[in-house]
T-cell receptor, first 112, second 118 residues
Framework: DVKVTQSSRYLVKRTGEKVFLECVQDMDHENMFWYRQDPGLGLRLIYFSYDVKMKEKGDIPEGYSVSREKKERFSLILESASTNQTSMYLC???????????FGPGTRLTVT | AQTVTQSQPEMSVQEAETVTLSCTYDTSESDYYLFWYKQPPSRQMILVIRQEAYKQQNATENRFSVNFQKAAKSFSLKISDSQLGDAAMYFCAYRSSWMNNAGNMLTFGGGTRLMVKP
């Protein structure tokens, strides 16, 4: 079974804090993705990575950065958290050229 | 850019009945893929069914089937014999057929919350 895990299910941070969300997959997938999920807006892609140290911007990269130092791990970084970044964050992974993405359980981030 | 629209924020169905969730999309591409993903209350999203645009035959997976109307850019999901475990958020998603980095990206609709009444 493919397993995608995320470091926290729930996280509460203060405005201006630096926030790290971590995602780990155990299937040697080349591709990893970070999405943000908001009611009525569905999932929107923030960044994705197709290889170690490689990344591409998604639809809403502003205010976020990512890091992929190892193939199995993909981190999402909020350099200075703001209240409008309160959301559910989902990580996903897939093999290169394979259609199906496998999702983690999500991290509910609240910025106060 | 592609867009995906799910016009029904919420739907409800009686157990054992059939329900259809709607999805429309906009694209200028002729070849692409469409998906339905399910997100149960525990939040782990799973793939329900997918359709290749070049295939005329509608995809079917057990109780789940799609009605793919390429000219109308419509991709609805039919759930037959609904079960309590079908209660979830359902997301329609689009993927380009390009086998480059951009082709890895999924574009999602806003989601439909399905409630199943016992």
């Amino acid at each position: 079974d493919v397993k995608v895990t995320q470091s926290s299910r729930y996280l509460v941070k203060r405005t201006g804090e630096k926030v790290f969300l971590e995602c780990v997959q155990d299937m040697d997938h080349e591709n990893m993705f970070w999405y943000r999920q908001d009611p009525g807006l569905g999932l929107r892609l923030i960044y994705f990575s197709y290889d170690v140290k490689m990344k591409e911007k998604g639809d809403i990269p502003e205010g976020y950065s990512v890091s992929r130092e190892k193939k199995e791990r993909f981190s999402l970084i909020l350099e200075s958290a703001s209240t409008n970044q309160t959301s559910m964050y989902l990580c996903a992974s897939s093999f290169l050229g394979i259609l199906e993405q496998y999702f983690g359980p999500g991290t509910r981030l609240t910025v106060t | 850019a592609q867009t995906v629209t799910q016009s029904q924020p919420e739907m409800s169905v009686q157990e054992a009945e059939t329900v259809t969730l709607s999805c429309t999309y906009d694209t200028s591409e002729s070849d692409y893929y469409l998906f339905w993903y399910k997100q149960p209350p525990s939040r782990q999203m799973i793939l329900v069914i997918r359709q290749e645009a070049y295939k005329q035959q509608n995809a079917t997976e057990n109780r789940f089937s799609v009605n793919f109307q390429k000219a109308a850019k419509s991709f609805s999901l039919k759930i037959s014999d609904s079960q309590l475990g079908d209660a979830a958020m359902y997301f329609c998603a689009y993927r380009s057929s390009w086998m480059n980095n951009a082709g890895n990206m999924l574009t999602f609709g806003g989601g439909t919350r399905l409630m199943v009444k016992p």
